[in-house]
Structure formats: structure tokens, C-alpha cells
């Protein structure tokens, strides 16, 4: 219809009201429409010089606003009873999560994790040895030194003496299935018991 900026105004107000009547007052469809009638005659042309500041819709704006109510508000009056006095069940489905505080770790570097290696294979090849266990190993080391020579001695030979390249494949390929292995079956043994977890869960959700 090509309001005016007024205009627009007026008529968001005038639809803001009428919402406002059925949901504060509790305006009957009857009384929605008398009171627009109303308020139409004020704000509508008129010939009184008292209302000029009134007159912001001729005849043809007057008509469209209120087909254009016909249409939307009136037309579904009962709707917007039902949504503003009827009671609605409210469903809330919630989940309960348990969040385990990651322990201090007494070396410079974390725990290992749950899902990561074992903590035999972290402490024997991964976790350094602490400042106290480098200190024991100085004091033996100075208390006899003489102890300490022949083991100097066997450190310094190879210990791959005698030993193909076959021989050593062949145990690096042991040693990696079997850590594969052990650690496959924790992850599978894991992942099989959070699935019967969420199972049980969401039976619990089903019977809710």
C-alpha cells in the first residue's frame, strides 16, 4: 500500500494492541472487532479539524487494514486463543554425563591415556626417569666405581653381535604384533562396553 513511515507505524501498533487485548484482556472475537471500529473512526479521515494528527489513512488504506486483519487475525482467532491460554506438555529429554578430572602426574610428562598405550609400555620406553632416580644412579655410580668399570666395559660392545638382519626383523615383528595385538583387544573390549552403555541408555529413553 505503500505506507508511510507513520503509517507503518501506526499499523504495527495497531496489530500489537489487538494481540495484546486477546492476551492481557482476553478479548472476545466480538469485542476485538468493535474495538477496531473504534479505533478505525479515530485514526480514519474525519472531517473534525481537532483530529488532523489522526488523518494518516484514506478510505482505500482504512479498507486494506482491515482485510488484511480479516484475513490473518480474525480468520484464526480460536489459534491464537488455543496458543495463548491453552497448557502445553513440555517434553525435555536430558542426558546424565559422568566427567572424570584428568590425576596430576608426578613426571614432567602427563598420564597416558585411557584410549592410548599401556602404562607398561609408556613407563618402560616413553616415561624418563625422574631427578630422584638420576641421583641414586650418580651415588651408586661414585660409591664404587670399581663395580661400575666391567659394566662400562659390556656397554661398550654391540649388543647385535652375532645376530643377522633376519634375526632382528623377525623379533621386531614379534614384538610389534604382540603390542598390536594387546592393544586391539583393549580397544575392542573398551568400545564394546561404552556401546552397551549407550544401549542401555537409550532403552531408558525409550521407556521414558
Given at each position: 500500500?505503500?505506507?508511510?513511515?507513520?503509517?507503518?507505524?501506526?499499523?504495527?501498533?495497531?496489530?500489537?494492541?489487538?494481540?495484546?487485548?486477546?492476551?492481557?484482556?482476553?478479548?472476545?472475537?466480538?469485542?476485538?472487532?468493535?474495538?477496531?471500529?473504534?479505533?478505525?473512526?479515530?485514526?480514519?479521515?474525519?472531517?473534525?479539524?481537532?483530529?488532523?494528527?489522526?488523518?494518516?489513512?484514506?478510505?482505500?488504506?482504512?479498507?486494506?487494514?482491515?482485510?488484511?486483519?480479516?484475513?490473518?487475525?480474525?480468520?484464526?482467532?480460536?489459534?491464537?486463543?488455543?496458543?495463548?491460554?491453552?497448557?502445553?506438555?513440555?517434553?525435555?529429554?536430558?542426558?546424565?554425563?559422568?566427567?572424570?578430572?584428568?590425576?596430576?602426574?608426578?613426571?614432567?610428562?602427563?598420564?597416558?591415556?585411557?584410549?592410548?598405550?599401556?602404562?607398561?609400555?609408556?613407563?618402560?620406553?616413553?616415561?624418563?626417569?625422574?631427578?630422584?632416580?638420576?641421583?641414586?644412579?650418580?651415588?651408586?655410580?661414585?660409591?664404587?666405581?670399581?663395580?661400575?668399570?666391567?659394566?662400562?666395559?659390556?656397554?661398550?660392545?654391540?649388543?647385535l653381535v652375532g645376530f643377522t638382519i633376519e634375526d632382528v626383523k623377525s623379533v621386531l615383528d614379534?614384538?610389534?604384533?604382540?603390542?598390536?595385538?594387546?592393544?586391539?583387544?583393549?580397544?575392542?573390549?573398551?568400545?564394546?562396553?561404552?556401546?552397551?552403555?549407550?544401549?542401555?541408555?537409550?532403552?531408558?529413553?525409550?521407556?521414558?
Amino acid at each position: 500500500m505503500d505506507f508511510s513511515i507513520i503509517q507503518y507505524s501506526k499499523f504495527m501498533t495497531l496489530l500489537a494492541m489487538l494481540l495484546q487485548n486477546l492476551k492481557t484482556l482476553r478479548m472476545s472475537l466480538e469485542d476485538s472487532i468493535k474495538w477496531l471500529g473504534e479505533v478505525m473512526a479515530e485514526i480514519g479521515p474525519t472531517h473534525s479539524q481537532k483530529s488532523e494528527d489522526w488523518n494518516i489513512f484514506d478510505v482505500k488504506q482504512a479498507n486494506a487494514i482491515i482485510d488484511y486483519l480479516k484475513i490473518s487475525l480474525f480468520q484464526h482467532y480460536k489459534l491464537y486463543e488455543f496458543m495463548f491460554f491453552s497448557a502445553r506438555e513440555e517434553i525435555v529429554i536430558g542426558t546424565e554425563q559422568v566427567i572424570e578430572v584428568v590425576k596430576s602426574a608426578c613426571s614432567p610428562f602427563p598420564n597416558p591415556l585411557e584410549e592410548g598405550i599401556s602404562s607398561d609400555i609408556y613407563s618402560t620406553f616413553i616415561e624418563p626417569p625422574t631427578t630422584l632416580d638420576t641421583e641414586m644412579k650418580g651415588l651408586d655410580q661414585e660409591q664404587s666405581p670399581e663395580e661400575s668399570q666391567p659394566e662400562t666395559d659390556t656397554s661398550n660392545m654391540d649388543p647385535l653381535v652375532g645376530f643377522t638382519i633376519e634375526d632382528v626383523k623377525s623379533v621386531l615383528d614379534q614384538v610389534t604384533d604382540d603390542i598390536l595385538i594387546s592393544i586391539q583387544t583393549e580397544i575392542n573390549e573398551k568400545l564394546q562396553i561404552q556401546e552397551e552403555a549407550f544401549n542401555a541408555r537409550i532403552e531408558k529413553l525409550k521407556k521414558a
